[in-house]
């Protein structure tokens, strides 16, 4: 098993910044492909950005690309999110994913994670 804590959220003006941390423990991190997940009031939850088990491999959904990072440091069992120049829509629940998967294997879909994270608010105001 691997439990996951989000932390790192918050309510930050348009155009600021916030990062994302999550912490995992029961296993080690090294085998596992990890991504981050957002839910908004009344929509579903997507995919914001995955990482492979190497780190070497990443995704971002278009609306992120170019302000958000993903990275990993499997020493510390963590996996990180950095979020740059922050907009209203980006308010949501932000959640970590796990599972395990091949060297440089992504995982993109929900149903892809078994092992989820309980959540951090983000809240970017206008």
């Known amino acids: 098993q691997v439990q996951l804590v989000e932390s790192g959220g918050g309510l930050v003006q348009a155009g600021g910044s916030l990062r994302l941390s999550c912490a995992a423990s029961g296993r080690t991190l090294s085998f596992y492909a990890m991504g981050w997940f957002r839910q908004a009031p009344g929509k579903e939850r997507e995919i914001v950005a995955a990482?492979?088990?190497?780190?070497?491999?990443?995704y971002y959904a278009d609306s992120v690309k170019g302000r958000f990072t993903i990275s990993r440091d499997n020493a510390k069992n963590s996996l990180y999110l950095q979020m740059n120049s922050l907009k209203p829509e980006d308010t949501a629940v932000y959640y970590c994913?796990?599972?395990?998967?091949?060297?440089?294997?992504?995982?993109?879909?929900?149903?892809?994670?078994?092992?989820w994270g309980q959540g951090t608010q983000v809240t970017v105001s206008s």
């Open positions: 994913a796990a599972d395990r998967a091949a060297f440089s294997k992504i995982l993109t879909r929900e149903y892809e994670y078994e092992f």
């Open positions: 990482i492979s088990w190497s780190g070497g491999i990443t």
